[in-house]
């Protein structure tokens, strides 16, 4: 079974920053982990993709964070991050977590449960 388990989220004030970050862990082994990446849900708002990171460490973001956020990962800690600068309203959301995961029984789409991240003054 595959966990992974999100740290990070919390209030903030417009223009502060916060760190996400997310761990997988696996009772079997992990082979490997392919692309990795962060989503939110805002209310009322479908789950969007923010930025991913694949396994040779190439970065997508969503337009409306270019510049402002950055994805890495450590394969040594089979973990990801998420560092948000320059923070705004509109990034108030639910962030999770999402890893392809390969272990030595099966290869599956994996998601973290959840980090509320707020943006208000």
């Known amino acids: 079974q595959v966990q992974l388990v999100e740290s990070g989220g919390g209030l903030v004030q417009p223009g502060g920053s916060l760190r996400l970050s997310c761990a997988a862990s696996a009772s079997t082994n992990i082979v490997s982990i392919h692309e990795m990446g962060w989503y939110r849900q805002a209310p009322g708002k479908q789950r969007e993709l923010v930025a991913s990171?694949?396994?040779?460490?190439?970065?997508n973001y969503a337009d409306s964070v270019k510049g402002r956020f950055t994805i890495s990962r450590d394969r040594a800690k089979n973990a990801v991050y998420l560092q948000m600068n320059d923070l705004k309203p509109e990034d108030t959301a639910v962030y999770y977590c999402n890893a392809d995961i390969e272990t030595l029984r099966v290869r599956n789409d994996y998601w973290g449960q959840g980090t509320q991240v707020t943006v208000s003054s």
């Open positions: 990171v694949s396994s040779g460490y190439s970065t």
